[in-house]
């Protein structure tokens, strides 16, 4: 079932590769999100992760995404950087890899120790979206240093309070339909 997976996502890559206007973000506006997408689709073909619900991981990754958000669209509205080419002053930090670095790093957090060749795939594809964003002149490379770190450091404070929190019982979560309910003990 791996290997359908692995096929699968590398057709997805090749299908999505940019393969008009150098100044398209369509690949990248997709690309940025496959890691997190790799992620759910795994445990949907069964492929059990280190959550051990589907609606802790399901917080897991909406929270990493949440923080990680928030974070870089703080600074880009704080600190008005302009792009290498001209379009606007939201350079800083690079939000596409902020979200490829925050999916990679659930990926590797959720299904790192099945095979470390996940992970290494997740921030393959991470760095190289991060890569494609300096190349056509859309970031300068420490926008994208920067929005990675904001993407890894997110997720793992995201994790880091989830064992903390979590697994200390002070909180349960409940998903009912399209609601996420969160009870916090004191």
């Known amino acids: ?3 359908k997976t692995i096929v699968t996502t590398l057709l997805f890559l090749l299908v999505m590769l940019p393969m008009h206007g ?11 999100h496959v890691p997190m997408a790799t992620v759910l689709a795994l445990r949907a073909c069964g492929l059990q992760s280190a959550s ?13 995404y949440t923080l990680s958000a ?8 704080t600190c ?8 606007d002053c939201h350079s800083f930090p690079s939000g596409h890899a902020t979200f490829a670095f925050a999916g990679a790093t659930v990926l ?17 594809l991470a760095t190289l979206v991060a890569a494609d964003r300096v190349r056509r ?4 490379v420490h926008d994208v240093v920067a929005g990675a770190a904001i993407g890894f ?20 979560l409940s998903l009912s339909g399209l609601q996420l309910d969160v009870a916090v003990r004191w």
């Open 108 to 124: 590797m957090k959720e299904y790192g120790r099945r095979s470390p060749w996940i992970a290494v795939g997740g921030y393959t």
């Open 80 to 87: 008005h950087e302009q792009r290498p080419d001209d379009s």
């Open 52 to 64: 051990p619900s589907w609606t802790e991981l399901a917080a897991s990754a909406a929270a990493a």
């Open 1 to 3: 079932m791996l290997n």
């Open 70 to 77: 928030a974070t870089t669209y703080a600074l880009k509205h």
């Open 22 to 32: 150098q100044k398209s973000d369509a690949a990248d506006d997709v690309l940025q």
């Open 153 to 172: 450091a997110a997720t793992e404070l995201t994790y880091y309070l989830k064992r903390k929190v979590i697994k200390s019982r002070n909180i349960d």
């Open 137 to 140: 002149d859309r970031h300068y």
